[in-house]
């Protein structure tokens, strides 16, 4: 595991006005204000920006414990939403929970000062471009390439 590196820029995060508070491989913590911009015509916040802190949060506590030259995409996120945020900030805390044959697993709970808002459950790629891995079965083999050895010192 490399040590600890600077988050990349992200002019979407800037967009939707995500704030990182705290970041170590394998956790990331940030917020997000309730504004009008981000809420739906119910002045709660839209799902999808509770989607994607989580998605956020999630790819940089992922990012945080790949090796130099290493990648990772999202492959699937499940999240519920369990209230509304209609005014304030929510936080999101992601955690690494483990990586196996180049698919990392993490979850992350949103949070506002009236509770838990959103529980997100997500599977991430880890790759390296230009990496080799064997085709399925079947068929061309269309997702990123994954390295055949992962290091998951969580």
Known sequence: MIAHKATLHSPFCELVG???????????????????????????????????????????????????GQRCATQEIQIRYLQGAREGEVICNARLTGVSNGIAHLEAEIESRSGLIAKAAGTFFVYTPGGVRPAPAGGEDTWPRVPQRIRAEV
């Open 18 to 68: 995500l704030q990182f508070l705290e970041e170590s491989p394998g956790a990331c913590r940030c917020k997000l204000a309730v504004r009008d911009e981000l809420c739906n015509p119910f002045k709660r916040m839209h799902g999808g920006a509770l989607f994607t802190l989580a998605d956020t949060a999630m790819g940089v506590a992922l990012y945080h414990t790949l090796d130099e």
